[in-house]
């Protein structure tokens, strides 16, 4: 006989109420430790790097099993995206309205951490090893977040089997999609140093401008790929140019831009920023790329099945496997073990007058237990 985990609301409400921008700290672990402390988790609080992307506060909590069983892990973040203005109710103060909970977080991804922690009060310590590796900073920088917690347990010899990350995969209802992969990610910074001068002598100048638009415009037409059988074709895209010239008669002494590209597993960040510097300094630029994930994919098999069976088993449906989306702190837990992305609607998240639907915080509690009692299972 299982045991049905614990309503979900008043845990999400708790983390809710806690302020907790990028980078959180302080509060907002506090209520987290509160709620996983009673279950018999020996939680680790530590802070990470240092100014400007640290220090980053991190938890990592584990219950271990006897000797021998296995070990899950729920992954996930409390720091949240700036609420912004215009919302019907204050963003830090939960507010069921109906059959929604209102708040910053709800859907990404306080609402799913407190679905965690109900369905880790649902299985009995004798089943196995549960385990949390919850960031402050997964919104922001992540430097010295998933990143730091995977050196810590690594340091303790607490290696999971297998690891499941809240992300709210979930597009139209709870349970359409779960991740089963992500495109990579890599950001480049392009300038090009020219001679300022008069417009009407451009004989004694060198306009940075024109080569940077040859160079973005060959940069554009750069062949990558046409996707493959589980990820979409890679895409380059410009998301800045930048002059800064104020008068009208003059040529300027430099020119620059920013383009990102989300790529497949057909490619490595450091292959593609290779391709970019090589045609930044053929047009007479400079690039300077920031790789911030690589492609991954955990291929369906035992564990994708896992979850598929749970939530078939409490909706009805079988989530697809994608890997569509931007990128998550799976890109760095992939290095631990096996791991796929599984949570709420995302709909709202990151919008104003975020909201869960309040039957779906409890129906992914039972659909994270029936996850976590197969994994421990084996």
Request: glycine share 10%.
């Amino acid at each position: 006989m299982t045991t049905a985990p614990p309503p979900v609301l008043p845990l999400a409400e708790a983390l809710i109420a806690c302020p907790s921008v990028t980078p959180a700290a302080g509060l907002v672990f506090d209520c987290l430790e509160g709620q996983l402390a009673p279950l018999g988790f020996a939680v680790h609080r530590f802070h990470a790097g240092e100014a400007p992307d640290g220090p980053v506060e991190n938890l990592f909590a584990i219950r271990t099993g006897p000797e021998g069983t296995r070990h899950f892990a729920f992954a996930g973040h409390v720091d949240v995206v700036p609420p912004g203005e215009g919302w019907a109710s204050a963003p830090f103060a939960p507010e069921v309205r109906g059959d929604l909970l209102y708040g910053r977080g709800a859907v990404d991804m306080k609402g799913s951490i407190a679905a965690m922690v109900a369905a880790a009060a649902a299985i009995p310590a004798e089943a196995g090893t549960i385990s949390f590796i919850i960031t402050g900073d997964e919104e922001g920088p992540a430097r010295f977040g998933t990143v730091a917690l995977i050196e810590h347990m690594r340091g303790l010899a607490f290696i999971p089997d297998l690891c499941l990350v809240g992300e709210p995969t979930s597009v139209n209802r709870l349970g359409d999609m779960m991740k089963i992969g992500r495109r990579g990610s890599v950001n480049i910074w392009l300038e090009v140093e020219g001679k300022e001068g008069h417009v009407a002598y451009p004989h004694l100048a060198d306009n940075p401008i024109t080569r940077l638009i040859n160079m973005l415009a060959e940069l554009k037409a750069m062949p990558l790929d046409d996707g493959n059988t589980w990820f979409q074709p890679s895409n380059l895209e410009i998301t800045d140019v930048t002059v800064g010239n104020p008068a009208t008669n003059v040529i300027p002494s430099r020119a620059a831009a920013r383009l990102s590209i989300r790529f497949n597993d057909e490619h490595t960040g450091q292959e593609l920023a290779d391709r970019v510097i090589a045609i930044a300094a053929k047009h007479g630029g400079t690039a300077r790329p920031v790789i911030s994930g690589e492609a991954f994919i955990t291929p369906p098999g035992v564990f994708s099945a896992m979850i598929a069976d749970a939530v078939e088993a409490e909706t009805g449906s079988r989530p697809e496997a994608s890997t569509t989306g931007g990128t998550s702190d799976a890109r760095f837990l992939k290095n631990l073990c096996p791991v796929i992305e599984f949570g709420l609607c995302n709909a709202t998240m990151h919008k104003r007058d975020e909201a869960v639907a309040v039957d779906d915080l409890d129906t992914l509690a039972r659909i994270y237990a029936r996850i976590a009692r197969a994994a421990l299972a084996g």
